[in-house]
């Protein structure tokens, strides 16, 4: 009986899907048909084309994509025809690519237009001469040194033709020089970032070009911009805020995406320079920091201060909620049969509520060791919270339900019930929430300092 059924059931289901289909595909076929009245081909075989996909089998549709399918394309060609006569060889040579890829859109639908092989052999033609137009328009804007133009030409040749003469060759110089020469400009201005930046996008194109490898590291290795993390302190009132916070601060900065930004190894600072040396908490004496800067081989340090870090805790509410608790009832109706009818009782239940919030203030500041003065000065703000809200029932929890606000049962609100009786208990740890806090604010000093670098670093 349920393979009988099952049998059924998917008949329907098959058949109802096949019905839709093939209406869907009956009305694509008549709006098909009212383009073709109008005379406007290229919507119908739209049209047509839409039906097909519905339904391969759609005679009416295959018979309507012949028709308007082959006006199309003979519309494609026509146009080929009149650019060539008239000279116009880079719009021939684009009719004439619409052309073929409609055809090949058409065919892998099962239909096959004509496509008369004379006007493939035209096309040969007229393509080798406009491929001789490009080349020659490329080295005349080379020689202009208009290295854009060359490069839309030389690419446009390459399209057509990937192994046309010198075509990659002189592409390549295209795209490469203007790059190179603004790149030698921006390193005798000093701007390094700059000349990086233009020697990197050349490289990713051809990393061999004259000596740009050379150069690209040149820019990079005079624009490094050194800095050493010195003590941070702390003006919280949690102990080891300040360690912490380096820490983070200091895997933050190591991960940055910034080529110029170099930190000054962190041994290495300890055998040159005793830290607490250094009057951070006052102002640095510029022939001290010129010397400091010298010996660590950095040119700013980077100072971290916790302003503050404040931690609030809700005490642990409770509230007693009214509810209703099912039940079932036995009785025999009318046929002497056996049922059960639902009921309701009404019940408390108690609902708990508790929440956690963690405010962590932060200033950083950069300091340059060459003139000792304040490059950037900062404060970070950030906050994050947790809560939780869960309910215990003494009863049989599975057929517990909330009361609306008139005071009757709200089946609509037991799933929300139900998910409640299920939350956790326990606020997130009070380290946790501070250690998230403490790699946000990292996360931002390496904004800040990124940012800041490239004004130091153009």
């Known amino acids: 009986m349920f393979v009988t059924r099952f049998i059924t059931f998917s008949w329907i289901f098959l058949t109802a899907l096949t019905w839709t289909g093939c209406s869907g595909s009956k ?21 047509y084309q839409t039906a097909v996909i519905k339904n391969r089998n759609n005679t ?8 308007s399918g082959q006006w199309v394309l003979n519309d494609r060609l026509r146009e080929f025809d009149e650019s060539r006569m008239a000279h116009n060889r880079a719009r021939a040579v684009l009719a004439f690519e619409e052309a073929e890829a409609f055809a090949s859109k058409i065919e892998k639908l099962g239909i096959r237009l004509v496509f008369l092989e004379s006007a493939r052999l ?23 040194e208009d290295f854009k133009l060359a490069f839309e030409q030389f690419e446009e040749v390459l399209r057509l033709q990937e192994d046309y003469e010198d075509a990659a060759h002189l592409s390549n110089i295209a795209f490469c020089e203007p790059l190179y020469r603004e790149g030698v400009e921006a390193l005798e201005l000093a701007q390094w970032r700059t000349a990086f930046n233009d020697f990197n996008r050349l490289s990713q194109r051809d990393d061999a070009y004259k000596d740009a490898p050379e ?39 190591a991960e940055s995406a910034d080529p110029f930004l170099m930190l000054v190894d962190r041994e290495n600072q300890a055998l040159i320079l005793q830290e607490q040396q250094l009057a951070l908490s006052g102002v640095l004496d510029g022939n001290t920091s010129v010397e400091v800067g010298s010996m660590m081989g950095a040119k700013a340090i980077l100072k971290g201060t916790v302003v503050s870090c404040d931690v609030r805790t809700s005490s642990l509410q409770k509230f ?16 002497g049969k056996k049922v059960y009818d639902t009921k ?79 939350n956790r208990t326990d606020l997130n740890s009070e380290s946790s929430m501070v250690d998230g806090l403490i790699a946000n604010s990292a996360e931002g000093v390496r904004s800040l300092v990124e940012n800041q670098l490239k004004k130091l670093v153009p």
């Open 320 to 335: 007693d909620q009214s509810g209703f608790e099912s039940y079932r009832v036995a009785r025999v109706n009318e046929e």
């Open 122 to 144: 035209a096309f040969e033609q007229v393509k080798n001469a406009h491929l001789d137009e490009l080349y020659a328009a490329g080295m005349e804007a080379l020689e202009t």
């Open 27 to 47: 009305a694509y076929v008549k709006r098909g048909l009212k383009m073709e009245q109008l005379g406007m081909m290229d919507q119908a075989a739209s049209f």
């Open 344 to 422: 309701y009782r009404a019940v408390r239940y108690q609902e708990y509520r508790r929440s956690r919030t963690v405010d962590l203030t932060v200033q950083i500041q950069l300091i340059s060791l060459e003139t000792g003065q304040t490059e950037m000065s900062e404060i970070l703000t950030h906050s994050i919270g947790d809560e939780v809200d869960y309910v215990r029932y003494g009863g049989n929890a599975k057929n517990l339900y909330p009361a609306n606000s008139s005071g009757n049962v709200s089946r609509s609100g037991r799933s929300a019930l139900m998910r409640k009786m299920q």
């Open 60 to 67: 009416d549709a295959l018979a309507g994509l012949q028709r």
């Open 215 to 253: 150069l690209k590291a040149s820019a990079l290795e005079k624009g490094r911009f050194a800095m050493a993390l010195v003590a941070f302190e702390n003006g919280s009132n949690r102990s080891g805020m300040e360690t912490k916070l380096r820490s983070f601060v200091q895997q933050a900065l």
